[in-house]
């Protein structure tokens, strides 16, 4: 005859294991939630800098994006090392919808929303720009926006790495139409739209 | 026969049946609790960062629209870190003798990135693509709440499997029109499902439920 206690207790101690085992399943979390593959921005210890996202080699031209001959001015707003006073395409509704929306992103910390050279971010010490219609601005060529947004100038910081080359063209198209806003009168608008302004008056 | 079990080992098998039980359902409600308290799930947890960056201050205050910073979300499925040239468009001249802005400056001196502190991550065996979000009218306080008020980043929902399906089964509750998807404070309208409704057909939105959406 056997004694019960001895298997009683052994069983208890499997029940305990099993149960152990199970808060340790839930405490897992390898297998495919950590898949080998780099995701954007993952660090990796293969390369020296310590980053997976490689950089194109120097030198690299993006196909279609060859700086020269016919693209020249769309990529870079010279034409023949010039800066130059026209766009590569003609302006639509939507382009200068799109440059409004850009500028106010990028432009407006400093530049201010109408362009007079006072956002928030001079409010709090950052060296005042010029304002975009000052007459040297006003008398600027096209090619000269473009560059500036590209490449930067004096204390301000290239945007190209954050604006394609159509939403700087967009950018440079709203530019010209904000410098605009203070030169026009009231007859530059049709006949519809002075009526709407002028209300009852006339 | 003599009785192999004494009288007592009854009371002792019922307590165990019944015990066990009770032991299992306890732990069960246990875990369920554990699983749903931020220590699991990282909601509330601000992480501790190399820099302690304040959307509240930069987004919030200052006013500056995220894709001045993350200016590949409305194109990519990663929303973009900022690099640290886009810091110093503003710090090269502003707070530029401040010890807290100390590793941004050795960052760009020594062209080595800033490595922030994740916060938002799916399991590698998702899909998650920011772009498709933004143009079907889903704002980024849906999903990572008031980020403009938050003084160091934290995370606003589970980003579970039925997180994603609440909102992919019934779309309408969340949508709002495409010109507010940027706006930090937006807060939806009393007609909330009218409107979502509306624009459901407006911008043509699906209800994603394959499993083939997200586990490709």
Partial sequence: ?202 | MAQIFHHSTNTIARVSIYGAVIIVGLLGFALNVVNQTSYVTEVHNARPQPVPFSHKHHAGELGLDCRYCHSSVEVSSSAGMPPTQTCMTCHSQIWTNAEMLEPVRASYRDSKPISWTRVNAVPDFVYFNHSIHLAKGVGCTTCHGPVAEMNITWRAETLYMRWCLDCHTAPEKYLRPRSEVFNAYYQPPKDQLALGEKLMKEYKVQKLTACTTCHR
């Fill in chain 1, 1 to 202: 005859m056997s004694n019960p206690q001895p298997r009683m207790a052994f069983r208890g101690a499997r029940v305990l294991a099993g149960l152990a085992l199970l808060l340790a399943c839930a405490g897992c979390r390898q297998d495919m939630h950590v898949q080998p593959r780099y995701n954007p921005y993952d660090p990796t210890d293969f390369f020296e800098d310590g980053q997976s996202a490689r950089l194109p080699v120097e030198g690299t031209v993006p196909r279609g994006d060859l700086k020269l001959g016919p693209n020249e001015l769309f990529y870079t707003g010279k034409v023949d090392g010039q800066a130059s006073e026209s766009f590569p395409f003609p302006v639509t509704r939507e382009i200068l919808d799109r440059g409004r929306e850009r500028f106010n992103i990028y432009c407006s910390p400093c530049h201010g929303f109408s362009g007079d050279g006072d956002g928030m971010i001079v409010q709090r010490g950052f060296r005042r720009p010029p304002s975009l219609h000052e007459d040297r601005l006003r008398n600027a060529p096209a090619g000269h926006f473009f560059d500036v947004i590209t490449n930067g100038m004096g204390v301000m910081y290239p945007y190209g790495y954050r604006v394609a080359p159509p939403d700087r063209w967009a950018i440079v198209y709203y530019i010209r139409a904000l410098q605009l806003s203070r030169q026009a009168s009231i007859n530059d608008l049709p006949d519809a739209e002075q009526k709407k302004l002028l209300g009852g008056t006339r």
